[in-house]
């Protein structure tokens, strides 16, 4: 919440919305007795109606932040508090393939409110031990100069809940992207995140790429042995929980 809205914003916010409730608390019982009491109780109700309504219009922007809130929140994607992988890398490296034949159940794919494109979010249940991954869309598949403020933002957001980060490069090319540019973007990832990065050649099927680890999505050869390396992190993670700043 922080991150997205600043807590001294949604404070204010909530703070508006106490001050109108207690207000109601304060003067609803009494406004009540005045009607029932009153000569002409029309007029009484709707001086308090006129009240009431001045109460809420001084709220109304308070009102509306929160709805806006809300509506986002409600968007954001269920991430378990557990041991979690964030794929990284370009465009068309086998991000979405890695999660699709590494998850047990179907990967849930979520709006982020940052990005015009869904997180996908992917669990992993049994074998190898329960991890949670999460590809990033638009976030860490080109290089920093290339993000805005807001993607800075949910970047940090996302290293916050990471343990580690899959960088998968595609050595074939196939993605378009030339691989050293793919390796430049590997190695901003490391200098950045503070957290183990873990790099996996891609596609071994149609390139081995040597001093790297080999996988590819397509034939599985290789996949076992990236969970592996992943699950090492495991206790190491949970001896450290220090928050990240991209
Ligand atoms: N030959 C081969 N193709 C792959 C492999 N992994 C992914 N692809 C293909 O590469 C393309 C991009 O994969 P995708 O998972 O969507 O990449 P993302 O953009 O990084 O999520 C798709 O056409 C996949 O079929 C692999 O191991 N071998
Ligand atoms: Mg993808």
């Not at 809205?5 to 009540?32: E, F, I, S, T, Y």
Request: with cysteine.
């Amino acid at each position: 919440m922080d991150i997205l809205w600043g807590m001294d914003r949604v404070r204010k916010a909530l703070g508006a919305v106490g001050w109108a409730a207690r207000w109601a608390r304060n003067h609803g019982p009494g406004l009540a007795y005045q009607t029932r009491k009153a000569e002409i109780p029309s007029v009484i109700r709707k001086r308090t109606v006129a009240r009431l309504s001045s109460v809420v219009h001084q709220i109304d922007d308070e009102l509306r932040f929160l709805n806006d809130m809300r509506n986002v929140l409600r968007k954001l994607p269920h991430i378990d508090d557990e041991f979690t992988v964030v794929v990284a890398g370009y465009p068309n490296v086998g991000k979405s393939s890695f999660i699709r034949i590494t998850s047990s159940a179907s990967p849930e794919i979520a709006a982020y409110p940052f990005t015009t494109k869904g997180v996908i979010v992917g669990h992993r249940y049994a074998g190898t031990g329960r991890m949670q991954f999460i590809d990033t869309p638009g976030l860490l598949d080109r290089p920093t100069s290339e993000r805005n403020k807001i993607e800075r933002q949910a970047l940090t957001a996302i290293m916050n809940l990471a343990d580690v980060v899959l960088c998968i490069i595609d050595p074939s090319e196939h993605c378009g992207y030339p691989i050293e540019e793919q390796v430049r973007l590997l190695h901003e990832i490391e200098a950045m995140v503070g957290i183990p990065v873990v790099p996996v050649a891609n596609k071994s099927d149609l390139l081995y790429f040597d001093g790297y680890l080999n996988m590819s999505t397509e034939t599985g050869e290789g996949i076992s042995e990236v969970l592996e390396t992943l699950i090492g992190f495991r206790k190491q993670s949970e001896q450290q929980d220090e928050p990240v700043s991209c």
